[in-house]
């Protein structure tokens, strides 16, 4: 039987962004284990028949010490599992991950890069991310190694650093939704406009901007508008603290619902979906689940989140960190019910084109099976 290990940061990525794939590797009789940093949802995990082993990481840190040890721990685990294939989830585990592989010269790897982050976004590669490119070159064995990319300006920076071949990538727009659980639904016809933000509460992910709009809309619709900030508190050393955001909401005209795992009802309560990153995702979750329930997008130009808007047609994109922009391209949603319904179907037909998870799953068993 083939072992396949899934590397991820954290368990509950895996279950919000790679639970069918883990599903649909055991139906199809591989020997599945998620390793992973254990946040308390282990149970979830076994529970759909794969194993787990608790994986000691720091997601967002950048400790020698620490990176070393998480490492060191990937090394002895393929020694003594020796694992058929090795599929690396997010920059840092492909980053010790692939490195481990090519040191027990034994699995054959899968590297799906599902964002980049800030080191990547901007003009200029910092010292630190040119490091991580040099060590990944370094990692990959070009005829046991694939990549799967959410958008093609990652998939630039692989070819052009010579990390990856044309040969070696593969590609499916973001981790896919399930368009049967999520279903478009017509708008509220009552209460205020609610403008909908879903994401872990980082700066880079916008949530200060989107304030800054709200602010600037706030004394003409004040009670017309509500804003939803959705996401928990990250351990992240540039997200915003429980102070910081609770400074700046009044949980009437902008309420911060903290973590939820009631986004599809969220949704489906909401008019508008706002999510002004500038944290170069791969393809943001949050906006392929607004597709999917039928809402109108405005996002901005940045890596990942331009790939989920047509403008005009389903939304509109704003330069980043412009949170005046932001707020002009809401009010015109704001005032216009018509358009919302425009865009709200021409989102959910989006959805039906690129962001259905079987395709997804699809792309990930045929990999599995080469």
């Known amino acids: 039987m083939t072992k396949l290990f899934i590397i991820v940061n954290e368990d509950r990525f895996l279950l919000s962004h790679r639970r069918e794939i883990t599903e649909q590797a055991i139906a199809e009789g591989l020997d599945v284990t998620i390793v992973a940093k254990d946040t308390g949802q282990r149970q979830k995990i076994e529970a ?21 040890k998480t490492l060191r721990f990937l090394t002895q685990l393929f020694k003594r599992e020796k694992p058929d294939i090795v599929h690396n989830v997010g920059l840092k585990c492909m980053l010790w991950g692939a490195l481990a592989a090519k040191l027990t010269r034994r699995p054959r790897v899968i590297n799906a890069v599902s964002g980049l982050g800030i080191m990547f976004a901007e003009a200029k590669l910092s010292l630190y991310a040119r ?51 999520y279903i478009a639904k017509a708008e509220p016809a009552e209460g205020p406009i609610t403008i909908l933000f879903t994401g872990r509460m980082v700066r880079e992910k916008g949530v200060m901007i989107l304030i800054e709009a709200a602010d600037m809309l706030r004394e003409k619709y004040g009670n017309k508008v509500r804003f939803w900030l959705c996401g928990s508190l990250s351990d992240n050393p540039k997200a915003l603290s429980r ?13 911060w619902l903290g973590h939820r795992t009631d986004i599809k009802e969220l949704l489906q309560q909401s008019h508008i979906v706002a999510f002004p990153s500038y944290y170069r995702e791969g393809v943001p979750k949050s906006l392929i689940e607004a597709s999917a329930s039928g809402r109108p997008i405005v996002t901005t130009e940045s890596v990942g989140c331009r790939d989920c808007v047509e403008e005009g047609v389903n939304g509109f994109k704003v330069p980043i960190k412009n949170p005046k922009a932001l707020a002009e391209k809401l009010e015109i949603l704001i005032n216009d019910k ?25 792309t990930h068993m045929n990999l599995y099976k080469q």
């Open 48 to 68: 759909l028949g794969a194993k787990f082993i608790d994986l000691p990481v720091n997601p967002t840190g950048m400790n020698p010490v620490q990176e070393l």
């Open 338 to 362: 018509n358009l919302r319904s425009q865009m709200g179907r021409a989102s959910r037909e989006f959805a039906e084109r690129d962001f259905s998870v079987d395709r997804v799953v699809e």
């Open 243 to 255: 102070e910081e955001l609770e400074s700046r909401c009044d949980d009437k005209y902008i309420v």
């Open 131 to 181: 490091i991580i490119l040099r060590i990944l070159r370094f990692s990959d064995s070009k005829r046991r190694s694939k990549y799967i990319f959410q958008n093609s300006d990652d998939r630039q920076i692989f070819l052009n650093n010579g990390i990856a071949t044309d040969e070696q990538c593969a590609f499916t727009k973001g981790s896919g939704v399930n368009l049967n659980e």
